[in-house]
């Protein structure tokens, strides 16, 4: 089970974190990521980290966006640090995880920036 959480209103150039607990032990996770969609648009990658600690970003949001992840015992968190956003930065977002190469989606969290 994935829950996602941290989304909000925030002002263009503020920040906001997301976080996505995921249960599981380490060795059935393959990956981990985050992905939006905005209002008409289909939904897009936007950060992924592998159980190696490889990560991925969307050009849009390279130095901008920092993904990691936390392992606590059964327990692996995926965050998100959003810096620096922009109103296109708008979308509900997703966490996502691959586990044993089977996909599992959380409910989104909506991130909206706006003056």
């Known amino acids: 089970q994935l829950q996602a959480s941290g989304g909000g209103l925030v002002q263009p150039g503020g920040s906001l974190r997301l976080s996505c607990a995921a249960s599981g032990s380490d060795n059935s996770i393959n990956s981990m990521g985050w992905y939006r969609q905005a209002p008409g648009k289909q939904r897009e990658l936007v950060a992924l980290i592998t159980s190696g600690g490889s990560s991925n970003y969307a050009d849009s949001v390279k130095g901008r966006f920092t993904i990691t992840i936390s392992r606590d015992n059964a327990k692996n968190t995926m965050y998100m640090q959003m810096n620096s956003l922009k109103p296109e930065d708008t979308a509900v977002y997703y966490c996502?995880?691959?586990?044993?190469?089977?996909?599992?989606w959380g409910k989104g969290t909506l991130v909206t920036v706006s003056s």
């Open positions: 996502k995880a691959l586990v044993r190469l089977v996909p599992y």
